[in-house]
C-alpha cells in the first residue's frame, strides 16, 4: 500500500512538471509575425566596384550591386508591428570605408522634421544611424547617426546601451530630399574602426526613427521586455581580408591671445596691448587593427569650437563641459557605477 502511495505521488510530480514545461515552451510564430528575438538578421557588404560620389543621391550602379535591407521592425510606437513607411538599406566595402547607403521613403514628405543644429547635438528631427560592432566582442559599438539636414551625431555604444558622444571620428554623410522622401549615403573609413582582421563578421544594428509619429523601425528587433543591447545585434558579413588599420591623424591648432590694459604712467615696458602666440597639436597613430595610441603637446581650450553663450543668473556657477579630443577620447572607459535611481542628481561617475 505504501509504495503504491509513493508510486502515485512520483506520478503526479512529474506530470505537474511535464505541464509546466510545456506552458513555457514558446509558441510557433505565425506567418507574418515579428522575427523572433533570437533570430539574427544578416545583411552581407558587397565589394565596391568602381568609386562613390557622395552627393545624396544613389544613383552609382555599385549599389544596385548590394543586396538591399528592407525588413525593418517597429520598436515604438507598435511593437513588433511593420514599419509605416518603406526604408531600403546597402552596404558596400571598399579598400578604405565602408559605405552605407539608404532611402528612407516617405508618403508625406512635407512633414519630414529636419533640423539644422550643431553636431552631436539631440534635435526633433528624423534621422537614420548605423551602429557597428566591428570588434563583434558583444560589448560595444560605434554609432554613426545623421538627419534630413545633413547634421551628424557619431559616439561609442556601451555594453549597457548608453552612448557617450565626445569622440569625434573623421567620417562622411551626405543626405537629399525629394518628392518621395530622403537618402542618406555614409562613407564611414576603416581606419576610424577597431577590429580584428581575421574576423569576417561584425555585429550591426539600423535604426530609423520618424520623428512625427514617434515611430523607431530596427533592423535586428528585440522586445522592449527584454534586454536590448550590443549583444543583440545582426550581423555584417563579408568582411574577410580588411586591410590593416594603421593610420596617422594629425590635428595641430594655433591661437593667439591679445590683452589690453591701461600702463602706469611713466612705464616704459608697456604700452596698454599685449599679444602672444600659442600652437599644439593632438596624434594618433593606429598601431592595430584593435589598438590606437593617442598622444598631445600643448592642450588648450583655443583648440576647440566656442562655448555657447550663456547668460547665467543663478547663485551657481556655469560648467562647460571638457571638450579637448585627447581627454575625451576614451573617457567612457572610466564612467562606470551609473546606477539609474530616477533622480534629479543625475548618474554618479567616478574618474570622469
Given amino acids: 500500500m505504501r509504495r503504491s502511495s509513493v508510486l502515485t505521488a512520483v506520478g503526479l510530480l512529474a506530470s505537474a512538471a511535464a505541464t509546466r514545461l510545456g506552458a513555457q515552451a514558446p509558441a510557433a510564430a505565425s506567418p507574418g509575425s515579428a522575427p523572433a528575438a533570437d533570430a539574427r538578421p544578416s545583411v552581407a557588404a558587397a565589394p565596391l566596384a568602381g568609386d562613390i560620389h557622395l552627393d545624396g543621391v544613389l544613383d552609382e550602379a555599385a549599389w544596385s550591386a548590394a543586396e538591399p535591407i528592407t525588413r525593418l521592425t517597429q520598436r515604438d510606437p507598435d511593437e513588433g508591428a511593420p514599419p509605416t513607411e518603406a526604408t531600403e538599406i546597402h552596404v558596400l ?7 552605407v547607403g539608404a532611402r528612407l521613403s516617405d508618403r508625406d514628405p512635407s512633414h519630414i522634421r529636419a533640423l539644422l543644429t550643431r553636431r552631436d547635438a539631440t534635435s526633433e528631427s528624423d534621422r537614420f544611424a548605423v551602429r557597428l560592432d566591428s570588434r563583434h566582442d558583444h560589448l560595444t559599438a560605434f554609432l554613426f547617426e545623421v ?29 537629399r530630399q525629394d518628392g518621395g522622401g530622403w537618402t542618406a549615403e555614409l562613407r564611414i573609413p576603416l581606419s576610424q574602426l577597431r577590429f580584428l582582421r581575421s574576423a569576417d563578421t561584425w555585429g550591426v544594428q539600423f535604426v530609423r526613427f520618424i520623428q512625427r509619429r514617434g515611430e523607431e523601425d530596427v533592423f535586428a528587433f528585440v522586445p522592449k521586455a527584454e534586454y536590448s543591447s550590443v549583444n543583440r545585434y545582426g550581423h555584417l558579413v563579408g568582411l574577410a581580408a580588411l586591410p590593416a588599420a594603421r593610420h596617422a591623424e594629425v590635428a595641430p591648432y594655433v591661437s593667439g591671445r591679445g590683452e589690453y590694459t591701461h600702463p602706469g604712467a611713466g612705464d616704459p615696458f608697456r604700452d596698454g596691448s599685449n599679444y602672444s602666440t600659442t600652437a599644439g597639436a593632438d596624434l594618433r597613430l593606429g598601431v592595430g587593427g584593435n589598438l590606437a595610441l593617442d598622444a598631445t603637446i600643448n592642450p588648450d581650450f583655443g583648440q576647440v569650437e566656442v562655448d555657447p553663450a550663456i547668460v ?41
Fill in 93 to 99: 566595402l571598399g579598400g578604405d570605408a565602408l559605405y
Fill in 147 to 175: 538627419n534630413p539636414r545633413g547634421v551628424r551625431r557619431d559616439g561609442v555604444v556601451g555594453a549597457d546601451g548608453s552612448v557617450d558622444y565626445s569622440p569625434d571620428p573623421v567620417w562622411e554623410a551626405a543626405v
Fill in 312 to 352: 547665467n543668473l543663478s547663485a551657481n556657477e556655469t560648467f562647460f563641459s571638457e571638450k579637448r579630443p585627447f581627454f575625451l577620447e576614451g573617457s567612457s572607459l572610466f564612467s562606470f557605477a551609473q546606477v539609474n535611481a530616477w533622480n534629479t542628481a543625475g548618474y554618479p561617475d567616478v574618474f570622469n
